[in-house]
């Protein structure tokens, strides 16, 4: 098993080298160059096992003796579970019946409010949050950071792990590398100012590690999005991350995407219970609602659907910020300036990054496509899906999109009818399967929606929602009460001054630690097998639409999404009568692709004939053109008029337009000397570091940065960071 980059732009490369450069050369993410599939007598033979025998099994398609020994690999993930409050399930399903406890009167008036007989629906919440930091983070971190520690481990050597969170990955890594970083790792966590939760940022500043720091960004108005693009530029400085060892453990790693898939395997099988005769089994398949914001999961289910596991949809439940929805809905990637602020804070995300390996997947692995949809979206701020990418996107995944008022009525509604008290990310996921029409096709279909994290730890959340200050005891947990009871050692720093401040502190760090840093040189000077695939550059046709697309591609509510189901899913016996439509929309588009190809067939016959992509460049150069000339004449004629000696009568628009433009023309005049002059002061100053730098003396610029004193064992001295007294 190899891993290639989305952009195709790098040779393949191990687990190994995927995991520690976490980012391809060409900027892209890693995928696995082939997906493993599962027939039907294999996954009959997965069905009885647990669950850290089954995460073993299904590693082992994608992780090879070479990479780790079977024994090792067995024993890292015997120990992430070691935490879990039940470490022999992991993650176990609760299930909601709305047809149970029928005699409550209140609880029918309630049912009579939110939903009608005919959507009635057995749901199964998969618990995924029973780990030390009661999130679905603790699964993927603690196997990701053990894998790290055994390939330092081979050389001796060590790395520092910077990663950007919304809320869960941080405490989940924290905690991971405390227990399993072996003093190998140094770990800076980065989190927005106001954008998580008190209990989420206790569980960061209340470490002891000396070898974890969670720092607090303030001025973030694109939320976590802000401190991507900042950890981005510090990826791609090469010497940096070469001297310092640097890698991160976001859901880029393409180790915490593997980690993630025995999720779905184990739900998939623990639904089958009451199912006995085979044929019940072999048609028993699985609908299954995540809640969204990085698509992490939203990618990992994709991936276990193309391994072979019959998930008839994948639901992807977004908050204000998903982009996911609107992607579906329109077909289109578009660039957002701020992120609004919701009560599932983990998905306040503007731009998921693991939206690129989905896009890899619907384009059919064609690299060519989705580097002219990334170029396109990175350059002019937004880019259009090409009908074929989203057809398969649609087919691939069903979007609802819910506001913090439904995710209240959600936690209230569950809490209320199913004693059942969800955290607002969960109760997202729950309000989209309760609200699509999604059902259990006679108990064929078992309906599975993921539960991200503890609802202690939004007590605010579950205040408003519930709208009292009384907080139930399902919302308490031994966990965050002790981390109410512990110091907090707290860092804190604005956007502007990130950079250079984690700059300085790495590196006094790595200077104080006196240790061989991990050094991937040779991975990196293998280099990009073209320019052309890096990212950054202008698209030579940028991804926007050429031509109206079909109104049956175009859904505009989510009914509409509701009704699209996979091609590769068995129909069901609701959905049969639908079937016909179905197909006859499907031959109507092979017809038209079939036209198509007849007219490129007949093109290529004429050799002297442009090419569509020529004809659609020409046609922006020329539209581009035709507005500067429209522009530049415009203002020759004003400027004729006013300058005209003979003109007698005054004309009031014309008079009024030039003294508006003489300002204008004056303002920008000063903007112009002004910025000259700071331009002439910081080359000076440049003139002046280099003196002094020649002469033995360090100018060192102090970004606004403050610490609190830390408990425990000193720090290397930082001069970076100052200390708040």
Not at 448 to 474: C, N, S, W, Y
Not at 664 to 674: A, L, N, R, T, W
Request: glycine fraction near 4%; charge should be neutral.
């Amino acid at each position: 098993m190899r891993y290639v980059s989305t952009r195709g732009g790098t040779h393949k490369c191990s687990l190994h080298a995927a995991s520690l450069l976490n980012l391809p050369n060409d900027q892209g993410l890693f995928v696995p160059q082939m997906i493993p599939k599962l027939n039907r007598a294999q996954l009959k033979r997965l069905r009885g096992l647990g669950f850290e025998d089954l995460a073993f099994e299904i590693l082992r398609l994608f992780i090879t003796e070479t990479d780790v020994p079977k024994e090792k690999l067995r024993s890292i993930v015997k120990k992430c579970y070691k935490g879990f409050e039940e470490s022999d399930i992991v993650v176990p399903l609760v299930v909601l019946d709305e047809d149970s406890d029928d005699d409550d009167d209140e609880k029918k008036k309630s049912k009579s409010k939110k939903k009608s007989p005919e959507t009635k629906v057995q749901i199964h919440v998969a618990e995924l949050f029973h780990g030390p930091t009661l999130s679905v983070k603790d699964i993927s971190l603690a196997f990701a950071v053990q894998m790290i520690e055994f390939f330092l481990s081979k050389k001796h050597e060590r790395a520092n792990v910077i990663v950007a969170t919304t809320g869960d990955t941080g405490p989940a890594t924290l905690d991971a590398i405390e227990k399993f970083g072996n003093n190998r790792i140094d770990c800076w966590c980065l989190y927005p100012s106001g954008k998580i939760s008190k209990a989420q940022e206790r569980q960061m500043t209340t470490k002891r590690g000396e070898n974890v720091n969670a720092i607090e960004v303030k001025e973030c108005e694109r939320g976590c999005d802000d401190i991507d693009d900042v950890c981005s530029k510090i990826f791609a400085d090469e010497e940096f991350v070469q001297r310092n060892g640097i890698t991160s453990l976001n859901s880029c790693n393409i180790l915490r995407i593997l980690a993630q898939l025995p999720h779905f395997f184990w739900c998939y099988f623990r639904t089958m219970h009451g199912k006995t005769t085979e044929e019940e089994i072999e048609n028993h398949t699985m609908t299954c609602v995540v809640p969204t914001g990085a698509m992490g999961h939203a990618f990992t289910a994709q991936l276990a659907r193309e391994m072979g596991l019959p998930m008839t949809e994948v639901v992807l439940a977004t908050n204000a910020n998903g982009a996911a929805h609107e992607i579906a809905m329109t077909g289109e990637i578009i660039q957002k300036s701020k992120a609004e602020k919701t009560v599932a804070s983990a998905m306040d995300c503007v731009m998921p990054y693991n939206l690129w390996r989905v896009v890899y997947y619907c384009a059919e692995g064609d690299t060519e496509i989705l580097r002219r949809i990334q170029d396109t979206y990175e350059f002019y701020g937004h880019a259009t899906l090409p009908k074929k990418v989203l057809r398969n996107f649609r087919e691939t995944f069903l979007t609802a999109e819910v506001s913090d008022y439904d995710t209240f009525e959600s936690m209230k509604y569950n809490l209320d009818v199913h004693k059942y008290l969800a955290c607002p990310h969960t109760a997202v996921a729950l309000h989209a399967a309760q609200s699509m029409g999604l059902n259990n096709h006679d108990g064929e279909n078992a309906l599975v929606v993921l539960a991200t994290a503890h609802p202690g730890k939004f007590i605010d959340a579950v205040q408003t929602a519930l709208e009292t200050e009384d907080v139930p005891k399902m919302a308490k947990h031994k966990t965050l009460e002790d981390a109410k009871m512990s110091f907090q050692r707290k860092r804190e720093t604005n956007l502007e001054n990130l950079e250079i401040a984690l700059r300085t502190d790495i590196d006094a760090t790595s200077r104080a630690r006196r240790g061989r840093y991990v050094n991937l040189t040779k991975e990196r000077a293998a280099g990009v097998l073209h320019e052309k695939y890096l990212r950054g550059n202008e698209p030579a046709i940028p991804a926007f639409p050429v031509s109206n697309q079909r109104d049956d591609q175009n859904p505009t509510s989510s009914s509409q999404m509701g009704q699209i189901r996979s091609s590769t899913s068995p129909p069901s016996a609701k959905n049969a009568a639908a079937a016909p439509a179905n197909s006859s929309a499907r031959a109507d588009e092979e017809d038209e692709d079939e036209d198509d190809e007849e007219e490129v067939t007949s093109k290529k016959k004429k050799p002297k004939s442009k090419t569509k992509q020529q004809l659609e460049l020409e046609q922006l150069k020329w539209t581009r053109w035709t507005r500067r000339l429209s522009i530049l004449a415009a203002c020759v004629s004003f400027h004729l008029v006013l300058r005209d000696p003979n003109r007698k009568n005054d004309i009031p628009f014309v008079d009024a337009f030039g003294k508006k433009a003489n300002a204008f023309v004056e303002e920008k005049k000063k903007e112009i000397e002004s910025l000259l002059e700071k331009r002439k002061e910081e080359k000076k100053q440049r003139q002046k570091r280099g003196k002094n730098e020649k002469s033995g003396e360090t100018l060192l610029i102090e970004p606004r940065v403050y610490i609190r004193e830390r408990i425990g064992k000193a720090r290397p001295q930082n001069p970076a960071f100052d200390v708040a007294r």
